[in-house]
């Protein structure tokens, strides 16, 4: 496709899942943005501005390692698309996972203070 675009086509959606779950990939560096397309959908005219990525939140107090908590600061930061529930059982790990999507025409944010 045109404007360093490609299409790839997976034929198992358990491929295409663990493919966009495991995301953001790089590429020397360089993020690679992906994209589901539906049947019916132009590709040609589909927006790469966003994508999802997963993020890590340190320095939680004892406790506060949960999906409400996890919710409120993925909505802070950007928009949450998933609470990371396998990574954040218990309230003794280190830091919780969420994932959200980011504007890629944005800069990121470093730190945060709720």
């Not at 495991?22 to 560096?29: F, R």
């Not at 790990?93 to 980011?102: A, D, G, L, N, T």
């Amino acid at each position: 496709m045109e404007n360093n675009k490609f299409m790839v086509q997976l034929f198992h959606n358990c491929n295409l899942e663990r493919i966009l779950e495991g995301s953001a990939w790089l590429l020397d560096t360089n993020m690679i943005i992906l994209k589901k397309v539906t049947v019916g959908e132009d590709q040609v005219v589909i927006l790469m501005t966003t994508t999802n990525i997963w993020v890590q939140v340190h320095q939680l107090p004892f406790g506060f390692v949960d999906t409400s908590v996890g919710a409120l600061v993925g909505r802070r930061i950007c928009m949450m698309v998933k609470y990371d529930d396998e990574n954040n059982y218990g309230p003794w790990w280190k830091y919780m996972k969420v994932r959200i999507e980011i504007d890629m025409e944005e800069l990121l944010k470093q730190d945060l203070v709720i």
